[in-house]
Each structure stands twice: as structure tokens, then as C-alpha cells.
Antibody
């Protein structure tokens, strides 16, 4: 059973870069028709898809964040990572990693990591 | 962007109650609609994909229906472990978007 776990600093200063890693266990990140995704949730708001990556390196991003986001994958470590630069307090959120399944023309996110709270504050 | 609007934002119910949550899309999304459950402190969990297909292992008391712009998630008989927040997500547009969530609380 595939499991995902986020890791990274819980506190980032304004204007700096938020960096998170998602470690995949219980299966290879390279197997199957999956994209590896980052999703966040600001307190009191809905979930917001940030972007994702295929193990070929192909990426997709939310246009609202695209200019500030980098997603990369390290298949040797079974990990993928998120970098969000020039952060502000508005980027304070719980960040989730998730696997996006693409099947026929449907897509869904499953499983998810437990999430990690990142606070942007000086 | 396709906007997803859920109602209600929260509801109070008792164990054994039948609960229905609605999700509306700002444009037609066919049946490209998924439902997730978030328990406090737990990873979000996929319940239903393609509007009505139950994910493996999800109890049959959960039912999804709808197409186009209007969708529902029904819990036929609420169980203690079902008190959680439920979110819909459209997969019609590649800018995947979610509803704001519906919190199901104890009455």
C-alpha cells in the first residue's frame, strides 16, 4: 500500500523559499500511470492544487502560482519536492502531497500525505 | 477556472441520520467529479471518483450522484467515524479545483 509523507521546515521567513519533500513508500514512484502532486489548504479555505510532476519530469502548474513554483522528482530516492519562492503570509497553509491517478479520462488524488503546516513569518 | 460550490458549509447530524451534501460546478463537468473525506489530523481520503464510483474499501453507505453541474454525496446512515469535512473536486479541467468543504458535526 503506497504511503506518502511530507517533510520540511515548518517556519519560513517572508520573501524566502519554501521547500518541502514528499517521500513515497510501499511502491515505486516510477511505476504506473501516476502524477505526483502538491496541494495546499489555507486555514478556513478549500484545497488548492499547486502542481504536479510525472516521473519523466513533465510538470503541470496552477497558473496562479506557476511563476513561483518548482516541482522536481528524484526517482532514486522515491521522492518528489516542492519549492515555492518569494513567500508571503498568504502562503501559510497546510501542504499536502498526493498521487494523481490518470485513468481513461478521469483523474483523482489518492493517496495523500498527512500534510505539514508551513507558517510564513519573520 | 471552474468554481466548485458546496452546500451547506456545515451541518449538524446524529448517528444514524441520512446526510446529503451538494456540490455545484460553475460550468458543465460531465461526471468528472470526485469526493474526499478529511478527518481532523488525518490525510484526506478519496471516497468517490467519476461522480458515482466508490473507491475500493469505502463503505457502501456513501453514495455519489449527479452530472453536468449538480452533484450530491449521500451518507445513508451516519456513523461515528463519518464526522469529518467533505470536499468535492472537479477533474474536467486540468486546473483541478476543489469545493470549500462541508463540515459534518455532531448534533
Amino acid at each position: 500500500q503506497v504511503q506518502l509523507q511530507e517533510s520540511g521546515p515548518g517556519l519560513v521567513k517572508p520573501s524566502q523559499t519554501l521547500s518541502l519533500t514528499c517521500t513515497v513508500s510501499g511502491g515505486s514512484i516510477s511505476s504506473g500511470n501516476y502524477y505526483w502532486s502538491w496541494i495546499r489548504q489555507v486555514a478556513g479555505e478549500g484545497l488548492e492544487w499547486i502542481g504536479d510532476i510525472y516521473t519523466s519530469g513533465s510538470t503541470n502548474f496552477n497558473p496562479s502560482l506557476k511563476s513561483r513554483v518548482t516541482i522536481s522528482v528524484d526517482t532514486s530516492k522515491n521522492q518528489f519536492s516542492l519549492k515555492l519562492n518569494s513567500v508571503t503570509a498568504a502562503d501559510t497553509a497546510v501542504y499536502y502531497c498526493a498521487r494523481r491517478t490518470y485513468f481513461s479520462t478521469s483523474n483523482w488524488f489518492d493517496p495523500w500525505g498527512h500534510g505539514t503546516l508551513v507558517t510564513v513569518s519573520s | 477556472d471552474i468554481q466548485m460550490t458546496q452546500s451547506p458549509s456545515s451541518l449538524s447530524a446524529s448517528v444514524g441520520d441520512r446526510v446529503t451534501i451538494t456540490c455545484r460546478a460553475s460550468q458543465s463537468i460531465s461526471n468528472y467529479l470526485n469526493w474526499y473525506q478529511q478527518r481532523p489530523g488525518k490525510a484526506p481520503k478519496l471516497l468517490i471518483y467519476a461522480a458515482s464510483t466508490l473507491q475500493t474499501g469505502v463503505p457502501s453507505r456513501f453514495t455519489g450522484s449527479g452530472s453536468g453541474t449538480f452533484f450530491t454525496l449521500t451518507i445513508s446512515s451516519l456513523q461515528p467515524e463519518d464526522f469529518a469535512t467533505y470536499s468535492c473536486q472537479q477533474s474536467y479541467s486540468t486546473l483541478w479545483t476543489f469545493g470549500q468543504g462541508t463540515k459534518v458535526e455532531v448534533k
